[in-house]
């Protein structure tokens, strides 16, 4: 019970009820007000579905005005009724959400005798104050890297190759440190971008056309032309995808979430606070075996966009100015080796490094300030296509580091990604059977975009695997299992260090559910499960 004259301490507020029956370019629009009953300094959204009937997975976007804020795709209904949810931290975010803002939610679909499905989400603020918890430190402003096309009811995600996704944002001359976080996903003929064939071979098999531009995407963020940092992105694979009854119940890492890529672009300040008009783009490209490096070729398409998180001086009438010390990167450095035997298989080795460094000294109201970010990637792929195409083999790994002089540095390794696949077609119908593992290792504890230091000591770990196959007249069934594992230093009171879970799922139904949290066990126990959830947990050691 709250004291008389004291605000609450939590408080909640729905955002959004909508259905999305037939919604292709007609996204959800509402009015965002903060909430003036209570104190708050964290907030999570959840956002919940409902849908019935028959329906492809379809991918979403939560702006607030210009600035893409959530990523999502949907689960795909059954005739009896599906509902899920997902929670997302928004703390990093509080800039935006202590002002009024316009909601769009653009979620594209279409009904007709076949696809019968609508989606019917609900979104929801839960606003809240742990104050035992280590206290984030959220941007003081965040500007978008956009198509701006709020004010025309629309989202604002660029479309690649198509569009130029290049914006000239003004930062305040105070800025002190900026971040940019990146959304980008490939859709339709870059959906599966990862087995992807280079485009001598697109044509390997006779009467069958195989998606070309490789299966190596580099995402870059140009400042005037120049690489400020560059990503190597997650495989996300929605819940349609590979094939369809894998993902009944337990779903993809990241389909609900898509990945945000964060970049500090800190070292550039100088430039970017010269009183000068400059370019800020966000371009995608492919591995081309004719020269060796990568191209702007891409298939159609990609929907990227950004935002920039920015940190003030404490005088609001300073004037940021800096020196660049150094910038130093090369192109990615590839290793390519193809093999076709004529009509019979295609074997493709392609792997690849990189490196970027870049600092600056910046000069704040409190003296001189450091600022730095390094990257290092590399990449590996093997793919094996037989049977016309039909049979695919793709093992794939991206293994990568990030450091900043004043807040940390992490690392990570998205692994293993093993995707064996088989279309089997046939006179009225076709049929699709997988074997796939997909797995995403990192060591640090936190975002760049919370503000504060990664904590170096934590760790997370997940691994899913599956094996499913389907028919596109009788459906299918699939089994997968997917675990977990996370570990971080317990500090200020935090109660949680330690918490490991492994789930299975087969036939659309959960069959084990096995979870610890700091050692102890909260549901039933599985020495298997204890054990994979240690071995997940061996990267960084």
């Known amino acids: 019970m709250t004291a008389l004259g004291e605000e609450p301490k939590e408080c909640t507020q729905t955002l959004m009820v909508h259905t999305f029956g037939w919604s292709y370019g007609q996204p959800f629009v509402g009015n965002y007000t903060p909430p003036t009953n209570c104190n708050w300094t964290n907030v999570v959204f959840n956002l919940s579905m409902t849908s019935a009937g028959?329906?492809?997975?379809?991918?979403?976007?939560?702006?607030?005005?210009?600035?893409?804020?959530w990523r999502t795709s949907t689960a795909?209904?059954?005739?009896?009724?599906?509902?899920?949810n997902y929670t997302k931290d928004m703390t990093h975010l509080s800039s935006l959400l202590r002002q009024p803002q316009k909601i769009i939610f653009d979620l594209g679909n279409l009904l007709n005798e076949i696809y019968t499905g609508s989606f019917t989400a609900t979104l929801t603020a839960t606003y809240y104050s742990p104050h035992q918890f280590t206290p984030l430190n959220p941007a003081a402003e965040?500007?978008?890297?956009?198509a701006e096309k709020s004010s025309e009811k629309?989202?604002?995600?660029?479309?690649?190759?198509?569009?130029?996704?290049v914006t000239t944002p003004k930062l305040p001359p105070n800025t002190i440190r900026a971040v940019v976080a990146l959304h980008a996903s490939g859709n339709a003929d870059e959906e599966f971008w990862y087995t992807n064939v280079p485009d001598e071979y697109t044509s390997a098999f006779p009467g069958t056309s195989l998606l070309g531009h490789g299966p190596f995407r580099e995402i870059q963020l140009l400042i005037d032309g120049q690489v400020a940092g560059f990503v190597w992105p997650f495989t996300t694979v929605f819940t349609g995808g590979i094939v369809p009854s894998l993902w009944r119940p337990i779903v993809a890492p990241t389909a609900y979430d898509l990945p945000e890529y964060e970049i500090d672009i800190s070292p550039f300040l100088p430039k970017l606070l010269d009183g000068r008009d400059h370019e800020i783009e966000i371009a995608v490209l492919s591995y081309d075996s004719s020269s060796n490096s990568v191209q702007r070729s891409i298939g159609t398409d990609w929907l990227v966009s950004g935002?920039?998180?920015?940190?003030?001086?404490?005088?609001?009438?300073?004037?940021?100015?800096?020196t660049t010390q150094q910038y130093l990167s090369s192109p990615p450095l590839f290793q390519y080796l193809p093999n076709l035997i004529s009509n019979v298989s295609l074997d493709v080795a392609l792997s690849a490094s990189r490196?970027?460094?870049?600092?600056?000294?910046?000069?704040?109201?409190?003296?001189p300030v450091p600022a730095t970010w390094i990257q290092t990637l590399s990449y590996s792929s093997i793919m094996t296509l037989k049977d016309q195409g039909n049979t695919q083999y793709v093992k794939t790994w991206t293994k990568g580091s990030e450091s900043t002089v004043s807040f940390g540095s992490r690392s990570y390794l998205y692994s293993p990604l093993i995707f064996n696949t088989t279309f089997i077609p046939g006179a009225s119908s076709f049929g699709l059977e997988a074997n796939v593992e997909v797995g995403h290792n990192q060591r640090f504890q936190g975002k760049w975009t919370d503000g504060v230091?990664?904590?170096?000591?934590?760790?997370?770990?997940?691994?899913?695997?599956?094996?499913?196959?389907w028919n596109s007249t009788r459906g299918g069934n699939g089994t997968t299992e997917q675990t977990w594992g996370e570990v971080k230093r317990v500090a200020n009171n935090e109660a949680v260090g330690s918490?490991?879970?492994?789930?299975?799922?087969?036939?659309?139904?959960?069959t084990g559910d096995y979870a610890r949290i700091n050692g102890i066990l909260v549901t039933e126990d599985d020495e298997e499960a204890a054990r994979e959830v240690e071995r997940i947990l061996e990267f960084g050691r």
């Open 307 to 322: 935002r920039i998180h920015i940190w003030k001086d404490e005088d609001p009438d300073w004037k940021t100015t800096g």
């Open 142 to 146: 965040i500007l978008p890297i956009s």
């Open 76 to 84: 795909e209904p059954n005739p009896t009724g599906i509902i899920f």
């Open 355 to 367: 490196n970027l460094y870049t600092s600056s000294l910046l000069y704040t109201s409190s003296g």
């Open 54 to 69: 028959r329906q492809f997975d379809r991918l979403a976007h939560l702006f607030l005005g210009d600035i893409e804020v």
């Open 499 to 510: 918490y490991g879970r492994k789930v299975k799922a087969s036939g659309d139904k959960v």
């Open 453 to 469: 230091r990664l904590d170096e000591s934590g760790k997370m770990a997940t691994v899913l695997k599956g094996q499913a196959v």
């Open 154 to 165: 629309q989202p604002s995600h660029f479309h690649l190759p198509t569009d130029k996704a």
